[in-house]
Structure formats: structure tokens, C-alpha cells
């Protein structure tokens, strides 16, 4: 059985957290199912801007917010996007959050809340498609070549509306 392991460390999700806890590990337990995918974990960490930003610079080099990372590290089996002996190095050198599970993603509770303020939709949604994002990072989908980002958002939004209206 896979397991979804979630630290909370934002403000954003004082009211909410269970619910969003319980809606992401449902989410991200089908897909590793549906990829095939057993006896692991991934972990989750929602944060503040402050704090994305930080772990932007450490471990990507890149001194900006952003919405979700995710380091994915060698033991899932790699089916789609492309996979660098630099990147596979960098990932062991960066295990974030734990020594255990294929991979850790990290979200900025903060900003989901921001977006989700913008669109119109509920918040919930939003960090559900930051953490869908980024699993399908840690599986191996690519979203830098257009081709390959069409078919990433594709995915994320079937699952994310599935969840929502399925």
C-alpha cells in the first residue's frame, strides 16, 4: 500500500486541513495505482512563500516564489519525460523532506490560496492540482517542450476534474 505523508507548516490551512489532507492523499494514492505503483510514499510539505522560496533558491537555484517543487528520486519506474544522469544526482544529493518514499513536493499553501482567490474556484482545488503537478513530476512527465506540456496539463486536469465532478 502507498502512503502520502503531509506536513503542514502554513497559516493558509488552519480551518481546512484535514479536508485538504484527506482529498490530496485520496488523489495521489489512485494515481500511484493506476501507475502500477506499490509499497511506496511520497511526501507533501505545504508552506508559506517564504518559505517555497527558500527551498526555490537551495535546491533550484532560482530566487523566486513559485507554486509547487517536486524531487523526484530514482526508485519509481520512469514511463514518460526525460531522465538526466545530473538530475538523477541532484535528487539524491536533495531529499527535502525525508530519507524514505520515491519522491517530495513541496507546495506553497500561500500561493494556491492567492490563485484560487483570482480564478474563482475553491482553494481546495487548487492545491489539489499543485499536488497533482508535482506527482506527475516525480513519475517522470515533463512540462518544459510544449508537446510534453500539453500532455502533462492534460493529465493534471482529468484527474483533478475527475476528483471534482467524477
Same mark, same amino acid.
Given at each position: 500500500?502507498?502512503? +502520502?505523508?503531509?506536513? %503542514?507548516?502554513? @497559516?493558509?490551512?488552519?480551518?481546512?486541513?484535514?479536508?485538504? *489532507?484527506?482529498?490530496?492523499?485520496?488523489?495521489? @494514492?489512485?494515481?500511484?495505482?493506476?501507475?502500477? %505503483?506499490?509499497?511506496?510514499?511520497?511526501?507533501?510539505?505545504?508552506?508559506?512563500?517564504? *518559505? %517555497?522560496?527558500? =527551498?526555490?533558491?537551495?535546491?533550484?537555484?532560482?530566487?523566486?516564489?513559485?507554486?509547487?517543487?517536486?524531487?523526484? =528520486? #530514482?526508485? #519509481?519506474p520512469r514511463?514518460?519525460?526525460?531522465?538526466?544522469?545530473?538530475?538523477? *544526482?541532484?535528487?539524491?544529493?536533495?531529499?527535502?523532506?525525508?530519507?524514505?518514499? +520515491?519522491?517530495?513536493?513541496?507546495?506553497?499553501?500561500? @500561493?494556491?490560496?492567492?490563485?484560487?482567490?483570482?480564478?474563482? %474556484?475553491p482553494f481546495?482545488?487548487?492545491?489539489?492540482? =499543485?499536488?497533482?503537478?508535482?506527482?506527475?513530476?516525480?513519475?517522470?512527465?515533463?512540462?518544459?517542450?510544449?508537446?510534453?506540456?500539453?500532455?502533462?496539463?492534460?493529465?493534471?486536469?482529468e484527474i483533478?476534474?475527475?476528483?471534482?465532478?467524477?
Amino acid at each position: 500500500m502507498n502512503r +502520502i505523508l503531509i506536513d %503542514i507548516k502554513s @497559516k493558509y490551512l488552519r480551518s481546512n486541513r484535514m479536508t485538504v *489532507q484527506r482529498l490530496i492523499s485520496a488523489v495521489l @494514492k489512485r494515481i500511484l495505482k493506476e501507475e502500477e %505503483i506499490d509499497g511506496e510514499a511520497v511526501n507533501l510539505l505545504l508552506v508559506d512563500n517564504n *518559505q %517555497i522560496k527558500r =527551498y526555490n533558491r537551495r535546491y533550484l537555484e532560482r530566487n523566486r516564489v513559485t507554486d509547487v517543487i517536486a524531487f523526484g =528520486y #530514482p526508485s #519509481p519506474p520512469r514511463r514518460y519525460g526525460r531522465d538526466s544522469a545530473a538530475a538523477t *544526482q541532484r535528487q539524491k544529493e536533495h531529499k527535502v523532506i525525508t530519507d524514505k518514499g +520515491i519522491g517530495d513536493i513541496v507546495i506553497s499553501a500561500e @500561493k494556491a490560496m492567492t490563485e484560487a482567490r483570482k480564478r474563482e %474556484i475553491p482553494f481546495e482545488q487548487e492545491v489539489l492540482r =499543485y499536488a497533482v503537478h508535482g506527482l506527475l513530476h516525480i513519475l517522470g512527465y515533463d512540462d518544459r517542450m510544449a508537446k510534453d506540456r500539453k500532455r502533462m496539463w492534460k493529465r493534471q486536469e482529468e484527474i483533478v476534474s475527475h476528483r471534482l465532478h467524477g
